[in-house]
T-cell receptor, first 116, second 111 residues
């Protein structure tokens, strides 16, 4: 059974604070993803990583950075939190797969972040 | 940009089969059909996926039409815990292809 865990289910921070969201997967997956989910906007990809120390920007990377020092752990960092970063943050992971072979993304439980 | 259309909402009686339709008329040959569901305030849960053939697992069955332009997710014996938003998506063959959810179908299982 794939297990993706996130460090917090709920988080309340103040504007300007540095925020760390951690994600850990136990399936030795190469790929890890950070999304945010907002009503009416669906799921939007922030960053993803296909290997340790590798990262790629998604659709909305502004205001975020990531870190992947170990294969099982992918951190999302909000350098200076702003109110428009209030959202549900979802981490996902998937195996690498081969050419032409799709691999399922498995999601964590989500972190609901409120920035005041 | 979601490539699928689904009904906004559906009801199903507890214990009956829930059949959730999805249209994906622009699907290309190497794209898979995936189904996820999301129970309120939780992360999306993977259900099933398929390319051409019908698929079944412990959670559900996926029926894909021969022309691949539509599919149906079947929950054979719906329970109250199956109340959730169900997302049908199509994904390319790249393993780090992002997941894009449309509005989904809000399924309510009625006692």
């Amino acid at each position: 059974d794939v297990k993706v865990t996130q460090s917090s289910r709920y988080l309340v921070k103040r504007t300007g604070e540095k925020v760390f969201l951690e994600c850990v997967q136990d399936m030795d997956h190469e790929n890890m993803f950070w999304y945010r989910q907002d009503p009416g906007l669906g799921l939007r990809l922030i960053y993803f990583s296909y290997d340790v120390k590798m990262k790629e920007k998604g659709d909305i990377p502004e205001g975020y950075s990531v870190s992947r020092e170990k294969k099982e752990r992918f951190s999302l960092i909000l350098e200076s939190a702003s109110t428009n970063q209030t959202s549900m943050y979802l981490c996902a992971s998937s195996a690498l797969g081969g050419i032409g072979f799709q691999e399922t993304q498995y999601f964590g439980p989500g972190t609901r972040l409120l920035v005041l | 940009d979601a490539k699928t259309t689904q009904p906004t909402s559906m009801d199903c009686a507890e214990g009956r089969a829930a059949n959730l339709p999805c249209n994906h008329s622009t699907i290309s040959g190497n794209e898979y059909v995936y189904w996820y569901r999301q129970i309120h305030s939780q992360g999306p849960q993977y259900i099933i996926h398929g390319l051409k053939n019908n698929e079944t697992n412990e959670m559900a069955s996926l029926i894909i039409t021969e022309d691949r332009k539509s599919s149906t997710l079947i929950l054979p014996h719906a329970t109250l815990r199956d109340t959730a938003v169900y997302y049908c998506i199509v994904r390319g063959e790249t393993s780090y292809d992002k997941v894009i959810f449309g509005p989904g179908t809000s399924l309510s299982v009625i006692p």
